[in-house]
């Protein structure tokens, strides 16, 4: 029983603490500072998170039809299903300052290992 309440009284302190320094204040909030090397880690850690969260996600099927005008095609019907993405890269990326504005994501040279069962059917194909 004693253990549960303890986390309870801290959020309760922190709250209160919110509460009252907020209170007394123009504008209230939370100023942090953040160097170079902690938006590296960053990066490598998010980019990570990422790769692996692409891997265990069920991408939805996509269908569909499309009017290729420019080939003289009344229509292109098409479907793509069993999504996966198997291998996900972004070699170059980085985090930077902006003075005044924030941070800045810059990357290229992405790359991603995707396979999906496909099918399309045309009029100039039949």
């Given at each position: 029983m004693c253990t549960k309440t303890i986390p309870?009284?801290?959020?309760?302190?922190?709250?209160w603490n919110l509460y009252v320094s907020s209170s007394q204040t123009i504008y209230p909030g939370i100023k942090a500072r953040i160097t170079q090397r902690a938006l590296?880690?960053?990066v490598q850690a998010?980019?990570?998170?990422?790769?692996q969260m692409l891997k265990e996600k069920k991408l939805p099927d996509l269908s569909g039809s499309e009017?290729?005008?420019f080939l003289k095609v009344d229509y292109v019907n098409y479907n793509f299903s069993n999504i996966k993405i198997s291998?996900?890269?972004f070699p170059n990326t980085s985090l930077a300052f902006v003075p005044g504005v924030g941070?800045?994501?810059l990357t290229n040279h992405?790359?991603?290992?995707?396979s999906t069962d496909w099918g399309f059917e045309s009029p100039l194909l039949g």
């Open positions: 309870v009284l801290w959020g309760c302190f922190l709250l590296d880690y960053g998010g980019m990570k998170m990422i790769e009017s290729l005008e291998a996900f890269s941070i800045k994501a992405g790359t991603a290992n995707i």
